[in-house]
């Protein structure tokens, strides 16, 4: 949600400055002072900011999709126990998490790929 808020705010700069860039930097500002940490910052917080600095480079490079993507498969693998010992209990959440991981990477390459075949005979010729 966020994320989604803050292309809303990007949105909003970019109608009330009139310029990409002005909007980006706007953006940037007001997201950083909202970002810093308050008084005594720890590393993961430092760590935070870097890491909403990147996904914001990717959204702007790639697009807002890539953005999410990148998040929830960064995030997914952190939300559940992970083991490959199947006797635990919750082994299912890791067969789960894997599913789901590998259902996000076949639908990318997918829409990636489009109509091409992925195996051509052209690309085995000289």
């Given at each position: 949600?966020?994320?989604?808020?803050?292309?809303?705010?990007?949105?909003?700069?970019?109608?009330?400055?009139?310029?990409?860039?002005?909007?980006?930097?706007?953006?940037?500002?007001?997201?950083?002072?909202?970002?810093?940490?308050?008084?005594?910052?720890?590393?993961?917080?430092?760590?935070?900011?870097?890491?909403?600095?990147?996904?914001?480079?990717?959204?702007?490079?790639?697009?807002?999709?890539?953005?999410?993507?990148?998040?929830?498969?960064?995030?997914?693998?952190?939300?559940?126990?992970?083991?490959?010992?199947?006797?635990?209990w919750y082994?299912?959440?890791?067969?789960?998490?894997?599913?789901?991981?590998?259902?996000?990477?076949?639908?990318?390459?997918?829409?990636?790929?489009?109509?091409?075949?992925?195996?051509?005979a052209a690309?085995?010729?000289?």
């Open positions: 949600m966020r994320g989604l808020g803050a292309f809303g705010l990007l949105l909003l700069f970019r109608v009330l400055f009139r310029r990409d860039i002005a909007a980006w930097l706007g953006l940037v500002i007001l997201w950083t002072l909202l970002g810093l940490p308050s008084g005594n910052a720890s590393v993961i917080q430092w760590i935070s900011l870097a890491v909403s600095a990147t996904v914001f480079a990717l959204a702007v490079r790639v697009g807002l999709v890539a953005a999410i993507v990148a998040t929830v498969t960064s995030i997914l693998p952190a939300c559940a126990p992970l083991t490959l010992d199947f006797s635990r082994a299912w959440r890791t067969v789960v998490i894997a599913v789901l991981l590998f259902a996000i990477a076949a639908w990318g390459f997918r829409a990636v790929m489009g109509r091409r075949k992925i195996l051509s690309m085995f010729e000289g």
